[in-house]
């Protein structure tokens, strides 16, 4: 059973930057498509940026140019480095292993979770 643990949320302030860090235990990491997804208070749970066993990456329009996704396989972690952050994007962060590429469907693996915060 592949676990994901994520961590490098917090509070910031409008036009600031997080890192977020993600790392899966068991092998295999760099095989797997890896993602990042969040979730507001009463919205659904989407996509914000994917990356491929490769390293091609795509990213939701609402984040383009702001956050870059990345991965380092020898460390099995993945990162989504968010540069001018908005209040907009207070949410819950998620990530997630194993999703398709071509199908845009999540994996089952997820981890637990980190909270984004932007506010003044």
């Known amino acids: 059973q592949v676990q994901l643990v994520e961590s490098g949320g917090g509070l910031v302030q409008p036009g600031g930057s997080l890192r977020l860090s993600c790392v899966a235990s068991?092998?295999?990491?760099?095989?797997?498509?890896m993602g990042w997804y969040r979730q507001a208070p009463g919205n659904q749970r989407e996509l914000v940026a994917r990356?491929?066993?490769?390293?091609?990456?795509n990213y939701a329009d609402s984040v383009k140019g702001r956050f870059t996704i990345s991965r380092d396989n020898a460390k099995n972690t993945v990162y989504l480095q968010m540069n001018s952050l908005k209040p907009e994007d207070t949410a819950v962060y998620y990530c997630?292993?194993?999703?398709?590429?071509?199908?845009?469907?999540?994996?089952?693996?997820w981890g637990q979770g980190t909270q984004v915060t932007v506010s003044s």
């Open positions: 990356i491929s066993s490769g390293g091609l990456t």
């Open positions: 997630n292993l194993g999703g398709g590429w071509f199908s845009s469907l999540p994996g089952r693996s």
């Open positions: 068991g092998s295999g990491f760099s095989t797997f498509v």
